[in-house]
């Protein structure tokens, strides 16, 4: 403990003086119909005012690119689909050609059959 050299009365006169000094401040400080806090208040309520303005074109803007955002997502969406549907289309064409291609093939099969039968009894 350091020595402190203000007795009980100091400290009372000093913590005396304090709230003195602070409620000279608080009397002095201007009223709500002075002039200067008058134009204050209406600085403070046009900076609010744009504020609040700027946060709705935000949010406006927000809601806007959101929105366009979910159309491209549904283009894309879309334009999968198609592109899957022409896959599944080409994929059926192919396998229909294969089909249609396969009596040929089996018949053609049986002909060259045949023939090394054939070709192989002349021998």
């Given at each position: 403990m350091s020595f402190n050299p203000q007795s009980f009365a100091d400290r009372q006169?000093?913590?005396?003086?304090?709230?003195?000094?602070?409620?000279?401040?608080?009397?002095?400080?201007?009223?709500?119909?002075?002039?200067?806090?008058?134009?204050?208040?209406?600085?403070?309520?046009?900076?609010?005012?744009?504020?609040?303005?700027r946060e709705a074109e935000k949010a406006a803007q927000r809601a806007q690119e959101e929105r366009l955002a979910a159309i491209e997502r549904e283009r894309l969406a879309e334009q999968q689909r198609q592109n899957e549907l022409a896959r599944q289309a080409a994929r059926q064409a192919e396998l229909a050609k294969i089909e249609a291609e396969r009596p040929r093939k089996v018949l053609l099969e049986a002909v060259q059959y045949m023939q090394e039968r054939t070709s192989g009894k002349r021998r």
């Open positions: 006169v000093s913590s005396a003086n304090a709230k003195k000094a602070l409620l000279e401040r608080f009397k002095a400080r201007p009223k709500a119909d002075d002039p200067i806090m008058i134009r204050r208040r209406t600085e403070r309520e046009a900076v609010a005012s744009a504020r609040a303005e």
